[in-house]
Antibody, heavy 118, light 112 residues
């Protein structure tokens, strides 16, 4: 069974760093791109970036370029999303999603809620 | 890149059909057959309902269908059921920017 399991909720202070994870199982992790999606409270879905775990080729949305870093470790079938200095405006739910083919993002993680508050 | 344009809300009675539109440009919706639709219930992760404009993943009800005309894609839900009440988001491949993908702003479907 294909699964994407994300790390648990985080509560952080502004200026702190954070790295959240998305672990894939039940399929060959290196054969499908993994995307990261932000959903701010009560708002829509926004693409942040997408990574090919096979060769770490990464593309970012202009809105998130330089604000976050997406990476992957194929030895542990895990993709990561990290911040070096969080802001209150980073408070949101973050999802990872597997791109099976073309426009089919077929499996999604359960989401990681990040709360940034002083 | 700008989000694709969806109506903020649509509604229908049980048994009726509703259609949700998703308007983009020739750089995204109109230029490629790479449009997908996602259903999201409150507090849950999105679930794909249609991909590549009109294909349904295994397990998705055939009450959900997708189409495209010009720069506008559409999701039609027939035989509305209470469980269809949710937010719906379209997603398209885009040549605007380097990421390659863009979501619509989302549509809240209310089943009356």
């Amino acid at each position: 069974e294909v699964q994407l399991v994300q790390s648990g909720a985080e509560v952080k202070k502004p200026g702190e760093s954070l790295k959240i994870s998305c672990k894939g199982s039940g399929y060959s992790f290196t054969t499908s791109w993994i995307g990261w999606v932000r959903q701010m409270p009560g708002k829509g879905l926004e693409w942040m970036g997408i990574i090919n775990p096979g060769d770490s080729d990464t593309r970012y949305s202009p809105s998130f370029q330089g604000q976050v870093t997406i990476s992957a470790d194929k030895s542990v079938n895990t993709a990561y999303l990290q911040w070096s200095s969080l802001k209150a405006s980073d408070t949101a739910m973050y999802y990872c999603a597997r791109q099976h083919s073309a426009s089919l993002f077929d499996y999604w993680g359960q989401g990681t809620l990040v709360t940034v508050s002083s | 890149q700008s989000a694709l344009t969806q109506p903020a809300s649509v509604s229908g009675s049980p048994g009726q059909s509703v259609t949700i539109s998703c308007t983009g440009t020739s750089s995204d919706v109109g230029g490629y057959n790479f449009v997908s639709w996602y259903q999201q219930h409150p507090g849950k992760a999105p679930k794909v309902m249609v991909y590549d404009v009109s294909n349904r993943p295994s397990g998705v009800s055939n009450r959900f269908s997708g189409s495209k005309s010009g720069n506008t894609a559409s999701l039609t839900i027939s035989g509305l059921q209470a469980e269809d009440e949710a937010d719906y988001f379209c997603n398209s491949y885009t040549t605007s920017g380097t990421l390659g993908w863009v979501f619509g702003g989302g549509t809240k479907l209310t089943v009356l």
